[in-house]
Structure formats: C-alpha cells, structure tokens
C-alpha cells in the first residue's frame, strides 16, 4: 500500500465548475501537506501549505486537512482553462530531516471552455 | 533569471551508454533533490545532498550516483542506461518551510 493515495483522474470539467481533488494517507506522522500544480513539460510548483486541520483559503483555491480521517482535499472554484493542469498532493512528517516529500501520484485535469 | 536550471531538456540514447545530467540553483539553498517521474506522472525522490552531503538515497540502483560539487551544483550520472530509466527526471532544492522549487525536468529516453 502506497503512504499516499491520489485519485488519479482524468478529470474533465467545464469552466466555472468546482473542482475537488483528494489525498488520502496511512502515515500518522505526515503533518504537513502541500499541493503543487504541474503545467505540460514544466515542473512542480507550490500551490498551497498547510499543516493544521480545517480549512486554508487562497484566492478561488481552497486546500482542506482532516487529519482524523487521513484526508485532504483541494477545491477549485470557478475554474478556469488555465488551471488545466497535474496537480500533486505532497506531504511532510514533522521528524523528517532536509524536508523529505512524499508525493500522490497526481491527478490530472483539464478545463474546458 | 531561472531559479532552478537543468542541462539537458531532452536526452535519447541508447540502451548501455552512460550520461549525465547537470543541475544548478542561484536560490542559495543548502539542500537539492532528485526526483524521478514515471509516464503516470507519479514524482518519486531518490536522493537528497545537504551542503554537498548525500543525506537521503531511496533505495536507487547504484547505476545512479549523485555529485555535489558545490552546494549550488547536483549533478547526476547514469551508468548502463536501461529501458525502465525512461522519465522526467526533475532537480529541486528546498526553500522556506520546506517549499521545493522544481527545475524544468530534463526528459531521458532510452532505446
């Protein structure tokens, strides 16, 4: 069993839709957890961090932690074309030396106008 | 003016040969990665140096040998290619509570 589980998609949604995109993980130690946005041929960048359960609040994106359930959850609202994109869950356990992720497996959306 | 830069993009080569991939960092962070990412997209670390010190090595084949020669600078060197090494191999260094800033990939095709 994987440390952390992604659906993984394909994901197709018209544009304005909400998006939601989830992790799960087995590992009680991860307490910190991050969400990086992958465009075509680019790298990974840093989307939200987070390392309290509840909610964080970005702009139209909005990253969800409970860590009673070992889930997390990114929302994406009124989505647009140009967040078609690979979106990786990635997390941190508080012990972890020179800041070690581990990484789902992405999920992979696309808007469509 | 690029953060984290990668040398090659691209790499196709043959099955056998050795290469190289150059990676480099003007962010002055202390700590680099390499990454491995497969055709499903799936991003898994393989090593970590520290100020030149390896400090994680993920069970990678030993065909794979990383090389700090500064802490801006992590190289990595491929010995006897094989098909399965086909990917995007990604550079990172580490930033502010644990940011990861990702070069652009370098894509290797083995054939």
């Known amino acids: 069993q994987k440390e952390v589980e992604q659906d993984p998609g394909p994901l197709s949604v018209p544009e304005g839709a909400i998006v939601s995109l989830n992790c799960t993980y087995s590992?009680?130690?991860?307490?910190?957890f991050m969400w990086y946005r992958q465009y075509s041929r680019k790298g990974p960048e840093l989307l939200m961090y987070?390392?309290?359960?509840g909610n964080k609040e970005d702009g139209r994106f909005t990253a969800q932690v409970d860590k009673s359930s070992k889930y997390i959850s990114l929302f994406i609202r009124d989505s647009q074309p140009s967040d078609s994109a690979t979106y990786l869950c990635a997390m941190k356990s508080s012990g972890t030396s020179y800041g070690k992720l581990t990484f789902g497996q992405g999920t992979i959306l696309t808007v469509h106008p | 003016d690029t953060a984290v830069s990668q040398t090659p993009k691209y790499l196709v080569t043959q099955m056998g040969n050795d290469k190289s991939i150059k990676c480099e960092q003007n962010l002055g962070h202390d700590t680099m990665y390499w990454y491995k990412q497969d055709s499903k997209k799936f991003l898994k670390i393989m090593f970590s140096y520290n100020n030149k010190e390896l400090i994680i090595n993920e069970t990678v084949p030993n065909r794979f040998s990383p090389k700090s020669p500064d802490k801006a600078h992590l190289n990595l060197h491929i010995n006897s290619l094989e098909l399965g090494d086909s990917a995007v191999y990604f550079c990172?260094?580490?930033?502010?509570?644990?940011?990861?800033?990702f070069g652009p990939g370098t894509r290797l095709t083995v054939l």
């Open positions: 987070t390392y309290s359960s």
């Open positions: 990172a260094s580490r930033g502010d509570i644990d940011t990861q800033y």
């Open positions: 590992n009680s130690a991860f307490q910190y």
